[in-house]
């Protein structure tokens, strides 16, 4: 049996894969390109494409793919053999630089918010070079994938990876001026790195192939918890079932093979859900990583006749599933900027960086909540560890109070001009020596902050962008402010300066107690906190006047490209409501109604069969109530099913895709809410042999 090392990077192009295949003086030449020094010539792409294709047909490869990411959450990938004929006829093997570097995509088949007209088809796919190439499939299906950036004709941002690119090139640059301005005359790279945490669910596939809504809308839209739930904490970190470990097992390994590192591997909450954490990357490589764990996790599920799901909250009354983005900025010198060991009275990195997050985060707070607004998290945030809509920084008392007693701590520097005393003591903040919060959507944890509200279907993307921006703009300012003050002067008087005043102009943001509590929202409403609740009122934040030119003057995303994500959006949430509401029309009119009726006739027939045997009405009495109750159910069952036949009707003929979002949150939503209210009522009333889908006891119980 192959060992974890002897498996690891098999089906990975490593730097030093690609070192021992080419010239030194050409693999020179791809890291001037990767850093941004340099553009890529034909003539090095030729000589790359070359030693790639030559790795990737050794191990079995017949295709290559450009693999990116539209905005639809997931990733697209368009195959073409290495196959080619020559002149005389006879077969060849190729793969040229160009097909390396560039291919090509139907931009108007992806969602691009009117960035495309229908007879405009030509998007590009680019090569990014900072992103290994992996191969994936089995036997002569295995393909070579390319990461790659995905852009219209005129090079509109129709995927995630363009902005995270440029978020992170941004806050780079300014990272970089901060660090001058502090002496660092080393550092040369500043990355953001990201560490993601999946959360999922697994369930029988047989019982997922016969539940519609499981099936297409990727949540169950009817089902009650059976007596036993999630409130016994028994599944949380619990020995990991036979069979569950025998997936996490291959899907370990198969996500060892293209060189992702899976580390951490454990029972959650919610009865059948799991999580896995990778370790900390890059960020654009984690991103990348991220998607292709959680295809995988679909496929290797599959294999073992299960069903993944990766919806947000797919079983009401138990926790649902987040992707924990844990941020950071680390130089190439190896030193993490949100280190708090790197804190003395001489160096004050840690909290200038500190600040400039608790800033951004208030400032900003909006856009961040509307990254994560999606029709599954509308379900899932506020409630059963999910954290609240509300946005707030927990830092840990520690930190807290150090940040308070610098602003209120006058400046006395010594006569030599030597160190700075700031009248405070600085403690050694050890790394675990602050609590965690597990109810705060954005929280400090020792050397980095864990951004908890992402979804976990959602692309890590998104709110590593909007992060990265939202900072980059901070640090800009602050650097502004640094390169005008007197170079004579110690430059901690004046990031000390800067902190007392920025930081109570924003400190409302932080909160370090228990955000599930009701108190919490009506002190966060006090404090003028913003509670966006779904994404009706969270996506409008993309075309607000601050948001554009935040993202357009960190050059990050145009007006043209924020608009159209807002309207792809809005269709986003259009489109799977009404697969929703269709599908729960269908379950309760071609599923669940027949099984009733059927009931219904079953039990009068009793009833009748026991008047006409014993005579006496007393005898089937209980019987007659809970006959009533029923046809009373179904009645209403019916009403639902003809109110949301008519609103769908309404909500497609609204030209206008937000008025139509709108429309489906106040008018469709609470019917449909209503018709679960309704199903899940006469689940309880009707026998379990003759219920016509499994429930959730099949679901969450059996594995």
């Known amino acids: 049996m192959n060992t974890m090392l002897e498996v690891f990077g098999i089906h990975y192009f490593s730097e030093l894969e690609l070192k021992s295949r080419v010239p030194s003086s050409i693999f020179k030449k791809f890291k001037s390109v990767q850093l941004g020094e340099a553009e890529m010539s034909l003539e090095v792409a030729d000589i790359i494409a070359s030693a790639v294709k030559s790795w990737a047909t050794e191990k079995g490869a017949t295709h290559f793919t450009h693999w990116f990411q539209p905005l639809t959450e997931l990733t697209a990938e368009k195959h073409e053999s290495f196959i080619s004929i020559t002149s005389d006829g006879s077969i060849m093997s190729q793969f040229s630089g160009k097909d390396l570097i560039k291919g090509e995509a139907d931009t108007s088949s992806f969602p691009n918010g009117g960035l495309r007209s229908t007879f405009e088809a030509r998007g590009y796919t680019a090569w990014d070079t900072s992103s290994p190439m992996f191969l994936k499939g089995e036997g002569l299906s295995k393909s070579l994938y390319i990461p790659t950036a995905f852009v219209g004709y005129n090079g509109e941002a129709l995927d995630k990876k363009v902005p995270l690119l440029k978020s992170i090139k941004s806050i780079e640059a300014q990272a970089l001026r901060i660090q001058r301005l502090l002496g660092d005359d080393k550092t040369e790279h500043i990355d953001v790195t990201l560490g993601a945490e999946q959360e999922y669910f697994l369930v029988e596939k047989e019982f997922w192939d016969k539940r519609l809504d499981l099936a297409l809308a990727g949540r169950t839209l009817f089902g009650n918890l059976p007596p036993k739930g999630q409130e016994m904490n028994d599944h949380y970190y619990g020995t990991i079932k036979e069979r569950v470990g025998c997936f996490m097992a291959e899907l370990d390994a198969e996500l060892w093979k293209v060189g992702v590192m899976a580390k951490t591997k454990h029972n959650e909450v919610a009865p059948n859900q799991f999580e896995l954490a990778l370790m900390f990357t890059s960020a654009n490589v984690a991103v990348d990583q991220n998607h292709l764990t959680m295809d995988i ?45 790197n804190l003395s009275k001489d160096n004050l990195q840690f909290l200038l960086y500190t600040m400039a997050v608790v800033e951004g985060i208030d400032r900003y707070a909006d856009i961040l909540r509307a990254c994560t607004a999606t029709p599954g998290n509308d379900h899932r945030l506020g409630g059963h560890e999910a954290p609240p809509a509300v946005i707030s920084i927990f830092l840990g008392e520690q930190l807290q109070e150090l940040l308070e007693n610098i602003g209120n701590t006058e400046f006395n520097e010594s006569a030599d001009g030597g160190t700075l005393d700031i009248g405070v003591h600085i403690p050694k903040i050890a790394k675990d020596l602050s609590d965690r919060n597990r109810t705060s959507p954005f929280a400090f944890t020792g050397n980095k902050f864990e951004f908890r509200m992402p979804g976990s279907s959602a692309s890590a993307s998104t709110p590593v962008f ?23 002067k110690h430059i901690n008087k004046y990031i000390i300066k800067l902190i007392k005043d920025r930081y109570p102009k924003h400190k409302k943001i932080i909160f ?42 960190n050059e990050v995303l145009s007006r043209n490209e924020l608009y159209s994500r807002f309207k792809v959006y809005s269709e986003r949430y259009n489109k799977q409501t009404n697969i929703e509401i269709s599908t729960a029309i269908r379950m309760a009119r071609n ?77 469709l939503i609470p019917v449909l809410t209503r018709m679960r209210t309704i199903v899940d009522a006469l689940e309880l009333l009707i026998e379990k042999s003759v219920w016509p889908i499994p429930t959730y006891y099949d679901l969450l119980f059996r594995l």
């Open 466 to 488: 909007m992060i990265n921006t939202i900072v980059a703009d901070i640090l800009k300012e602050y650097a502004d402010y640094l390169e005008k003050t007197d170079p004579t």
């Open 591 to 667: 599923e669940i109604y027949p099984c009733i009726s059927r009931y219904i006739t079953n039990i009068s027939q009793m009833i009748n069969s026991v008047r006409e045997a014993l005579g006496e009405e007393q005898f089937i009495q209980y019987d007659k109530e809970h006959l009533i109750k029923v046809i009373g159910y179904k009645n209403q069952l019916k009403d639902t099913i003809t109110e949301l036949n008519e609103g769908l009707k309404t909500a497609v003929a609204i030209p206008d895709e937000y008025e139509r979002a709108c429309y489906y949150n106040n008018e």
């Open 512 to 553: 370090n107690g228990n955000g599930y509590e009701s108190s919490w929202i009506e002190r966060a409403e006090e404090l003028g906190l913003s509670n966006l609740k779904n994404t009706i009122e969270g996506i409008p934040v993309f075309i607000r006047e601050e948001t554009i030119a935040l993202f357009e003057r």
């Open 297 to 341: 996790i679909k496929k290797v599920a599959n294999r073992h006749h299960l069903a993944a799901l990766l919806h947000e909250k797919p079983f009401q009354g138990v926790n649902g599933s987040g992707k924990h983005c844990n941020w950071s900025l680390a130089t190439d010198t190896g030193i993490n900027l949100f280190n708090p060991d």
